[in-house]
Structure formats: C-alpha cells, structure tokens
C-alpha cells in the first residue's frame, strides 16, 4: 500500500501588493527523497517553502506535512521538520554548544547534539563564538539546528550560497548523509549542479509557477538539444548544410568554432556531413546536455 507523502502542496497561491509571488504550484516530496526546488532569483522558490513551514499564510491552496497544516497545527508541524532558512543569523556571542544546547530543549525528544555535532564536524568548535564561524562552519551549524529536533523532513533553503567550491561540495556530502540517515530533504537551489547532484526529482519554478517536474535526467532528456557537438571546421561549412541537420536544436559560431545542439541522430549526420564535405574536425568534442541547458529551455519556455 502506497504511503502519502510526507510533504504535499496543491494550488499553492500567494501575492503581496496584488502581485502573484506563488501562482498555483503543486508538488508532493515522498519519503526518504532529496526533493529540489530550482528557479532564478524571485521565481518564487522561497515564498513556497516558507508556506510549507508555516511561516507564510497561503491565500489560498492547500499544503500538508506528514498530513498536517502548517499554519493551524505549526507546532505538531515544528516537531516533524526541520529547517535551515535562506537568511539565518544568531547571536554573535553564543557559542556552538549553547546553540546546539538552546535549540535542543525546544524539542519533546530531540536528538542527542553530540553526536550529530560530531558527525557534521562541529566538535572542535562547541567554545567558538557564532560570529568567530567560517561561512562553511554556520552552514553546518545550521542543519544540526534544522536536525537537532529529529525531524522526518527538512527544509534546505539556498544552503550553499555563498560557499566556496570546497565547502560546497563537503555540504553536498553532508546532505546525502542526511538522507542515508532516514531523514526526507526539501532542497531549494539555484546552482544547476548542486541540484543534478544531489536530488531525485526536481520542480522548476519560475515566475511563481512549476515550468516542470521530473528527475534531471528526464528533464535533461525533455531539453531541445540533449546532445552538444562543438568542433572547429578545417574549412568553412555551408549554414544551409549544418542548419538541415536532423534533430538541429541549435547552431552557434564563436571564434571559429562550430557548437551544435541536437541528438544522437545530429551527431551521425554532422560525421557523414563532414566526411561528404572533406572537412576535418579539430579539438572534436560530444557530451551530454546538463541541467543547466534543461533549465534555460524550460525558463524561456516559460517566458514566451
């Protein structure tokens, strides 16, 4: 028998100043997922997770975590998800342990701190001051907090903005610890990687609205070109040529360099292409499309 899912959002609308900010987003996060939420800046990402934590009132739709509402039960929905918020701070002079200290006693059953501390690699740093934290070091201080009470979800929110490539990547492995630990992750990024690393779906939102829901490599796959062919021409090919090509998604020339967008079905024909027309290929290269290319279709999509 199918379980319900732990968080589920219908027709989710919100406006402020008579502008829509939501404008009908649903989604359901099943257990156990890493359930990303992607979209430019002011596309609507954070407006819909603070909903789903209660810190917002929908003016209308419908949202539920683990079967309760936010906004009427936010404390029974307080003990079952845990959030880091995209802006968080605290005070300068606490130091880690009485943060981890003070969260914990906000919980009827609240996790063990030391031992999540240790795992998240805050031990050596229980005396340091809040403010005396490397960006890195807050970013993890702040998912033992959205942890410490031992939630079945949590809410990420634009984690690793901010961070450096290294101290992103640790979170990256930390996140996937979370999950390996029984924990659901509600993801919310704007870092095309970070989301085709980590996540099992992904809801694109822009201009308050889903433009898509599916896995990355399905949205990959729903991308007008999945394949990407870039080479430089020992001779000039004819535009009629390359624009005929089947499957053509795009063609583009840049200091002498031919890229193209298309399918497998573009790249045979740009080989037989070359070959008929005794051109060489310099500096060849064929690789897949990534999410990035997936989300600036599904955002123009959206736009037009």
């Not at 606490?94 to 003070?102: D, G, I, P």
């Not at 939630?151 to 634009?158: F, G, K, Q, T």
């Not at 889903?210 to 949205?219: I, K, N, S, Y």
């Amino acid at each position: 028998m199918p379980t319900a899912p732990v968080i589920e959002v219908t027709e989710l609308r919100k406006s402020y100043a008579g502008r829509p900010a939501v404008d009908g987003v649903s989604f359901a996060v099943e257990e156990g997922e890493i359930f990303g939420i992607l979209g430019p800046n002011g596309a609507g990402k954070t407006t819909t997770v603070e909903c789903v934590e209660g810190l917002r009132v929908p003016d209308s739709g419908r949202v539920r975590v683990t079967g309760l509402d936010p906004v009427t039960e936010h404390e029974a929905t307080r003990r079952v998800l845990g959030a880091q918020l995209q802006e968080s701070e605290l005070q300068a002079k606490l130091t880690v342990r009485e943060a981890l200290e003070l969260y914990s006693a906000f919980y009827p059953s609240p996790l063990d701190w030391r031992p999540l501390a240790e795992r998240l690699g805050l031990t050596a740093k229980l005396t340091t001051r809040f403010a005396k934290l490397s960006g890195g070091q807050k970013q993890r201080l702040f998912i033992a907090l959205a942890l410490v009470g031992n939630p079945r979800a949590v809410v990420l929110d634009e984690l690793t903005t901010g961070l450096d490539p290294r101290a992103r990547r640790d979170t990256w492995e930390l996140i996937e610890d979370i999950r390996a630990n029984g924990v659901t992750v509600l993801l919310v990024t704007h870092f095309m990687e970070e989301a085709q690393r980590l996540c099992d779906r992904i809801a694109v939102i822009d201009k308050g609205r889903v433009a898509a829901l599916d896995t990355p490599a399905g949205l990959i796959r729903r991308s007008a070109g999945s394949t990407v062919i870039s080479f430089t021409p020992s001779a000039p090919l004819d535009d009629r040529d390359l624009n005929a090509l089947p499957a053509l998604a795009s063609v583009e020339h840049k200091e002498g360099r031919v890229t193209l967008s298309g399918t497998d079905e573009t790249v045979n024909a740009v080989i037989t292409l070359l070959a008929r027309a005794r051109v060489t290929a310099h500096q060849l290269r064929v690789t897949d499309a990534t999410l990035d290319d997936a989300f600036l279709d599904l955002t123009k999509e959206a736009a037009a």
